[in-house]
T-cell receptor, first 113, second 115 residues
Framework: DQQVKQNSPSLSVQEGRISILNCDYT??????FLWYKKYPAEGPTFLIS?????DKNEDGRFTVFLNKSAKHLSLHIVPSQPGDSAVYFCAAKVAGYAGKSTFGDGTTLTVKP | DAGVIQSPRHEVTEMGQEVTLRCKPISGHNSLFWYRQTMMRGLELLIYFNNNVPIDDSGMPEDRFSAKMPNASFSTLKIQPSEPRDSAVYFC?????????????FGPGTRLLVL
């Protein structure tokens, strides 16, 4: 049972446009949701997070939206830049469990110049 | 801080050989995670430790895999004997677990190829 799902393996957008990456989850006990970004030959790096008590968190060009009733979150990148081309992982965690996060399979974003 | 350090960065070995992957977490972090990434299965959590104690090893694929954390600054993941299907990128991550978001910091990974 995959508790965190990223149904789109890939996404391609034009530079300057909005990129929207989606993530669905099944466990209502998740209290934090995180997005990580991964470049080839590197480990994932933390990008942005959101608490389950909020519905939006913004950091520069990156905004994460959370819809708890739909068990859905999305990452918006505006405007998209070629340097944003990477694999984006959605992750979720439950309070406790020593910080364990459950990861989605990732979405490969390509931003074309 | 140097971040999470993993060694070796690349490993090529023959089937049946023992492989040991090493990880040095960020100083002060109290949780450590081992992941495996493959095209077929994505990013899988193999095992994680909290305060050097293994908490959940349910992701370890089989008895050929073992992990240790003898102290707060070092962990190993061992595969013995190795098989071609173990070929993957293995990541180590560490985290300072408080009551907050628990961001994980990943190392650069070890790319393992078993021939």
């Amino acid at each position: 049972d995959q508790q965190v799902k990223q149904n789109s393996p890939s996404l391609s957008v034009q530079e300057g446009r909005i990129s929207i990456l989606n993530c669905d989850y099944t466990n209502s006990m998740f209290d934090y949701f995180l997005w990580y970004k991964k470049y080839p030959a590197e480990g994932p790096t933390f990008l942005i997070s959101i608490s389950s008590i909020k519905d939006k968190n913004e950091d520069g060009r990156f905004t994460v939206f959370l819809n708890k009733s739909a068990k859905h979150l999305s990452l918006h990148i505006v405007p998209s830049q070629p340097g944003d081309s990477a694999v984006y992982f959605c992750a979720a965690k439950v309070a406790g469990y020593a910080g364990k996060s459950t990861f989605g399979d990732g979405t490969t974003l390509t931003v074309k110049p | 801080d140097a971040g999470v350090i993993q060694s070796p960065r690349h490993e090529v070995t023959e089937m049946g050989q023992e492989v040991t992957l090493r990880c040095k977490p960020i100083s002060g972090h109290n949780s450590l995670f081992w992941y495996r990434q493959t095209m077929m299965r994505g990013l899988e959590l193999l095992i994680y430790f909290n305060n050097n104690v293994p908490i959940d090893d349910s992701g370890m694929p089989e008895d050929r895999f073992s992990a240790k954390m003898p102290n707060a600054s070092f962990s190993t993941l061992k595969i013995q004997p190795s098989e071609p299907r173990d070929s993957a990128v293995y990541f180590c991550a560490s985290s300072l677990v408080t009551t907050g978001v628990g961001t994980q910091y990943f190392g650069p990974g070890t790319r393992l190829l078993v021939l």
